[in-house]
């Protein structure tokens, strides 16, 4: 039985080293990278990695009414460039993105042939995920304190995912982040997001498979050869991903700059 697959390192580069030195990341077949992305840690690298931004990104940017929205998008967005640049050996400016349908942004071919990513981010915090060959989803969510979240699930979770969630008083809120997390990174590898069909994926804990590990079924049929997990972050942020990869090796890298 396999409990503990889940690796975390900090992960100190310089901006010359995230710019400059592609290909310089190894992602082994099987395998998981998950950064993440604190908010207060990228966003003084706004200004030395907007030029790796396209043009329609740099209008996109300038759309935001908020700096402080501004500057994030700029940084997760250059970061996202650059990591994927060193994936595949190419500088990170020289790639060009497109929208799925359901709104996921995937790389346009040849470059995103084999190289499978996802990207989630909420108030504070981002998460980027890579892997070769497979459908991968990831989800952050920021845990909000004193929030009423009866019924806020109701078009989403599936009845049994609402027992469970009945169950969970007086922790709701909790089990409602967790469990929405788990579903929207579901969603998200599956490429229909919350526009498929919510109410019909269930997902759950399974103590055969370890704490943190989760199962997912649709319409009853357990989805099988995937690994699914819950992410480790900090108390006040709940994350989940979910891939189609049979008991993948999953890095949790926590992503900063020098000061």
Known sequence: MRRDF?????????????????GRLSLPENA???W???????EHACAALAHTLSA?????????KREKDRVRFIARRSI???LIGRYLNCRGESLRFRVAPFGKLALQQPDGARLAFNVSQTDGTALLA??????????????IGGMDVKGIGRDVFSSIEEAALDAA?????TAFFSTWSRKESLLKALGTGLSGEPKSYTTGNDSQLGVGRWTASYKGAAITGWTCLDLVLSPEFRGSLAVSLDCARVSLNLFSLPT
């Open 6 to 22: 889940a690796t975390i390192r900090n992960a100190k580069r310089t901006e010359s080293l995230l710019l400059c030195d592609p």
């Open 32 to 34: 998981v990278h998950v």
């Open 36 to 42: 993440v992305l604190n908010d207060a840690l990228i």
């Open 56 to 64: 329609d990104e740099l209008q996109r940017a300038c759309a935001y």
């Open 80 to 82: 996202l460039r650059s």
């Open 130 to 143: 890579f892997a070769w060959d497979c459908h991968v989803g990831v989800d952050v969510e920021r845990l």
């Open 169 to 173: 008083r007086p922790d709701l809120a």
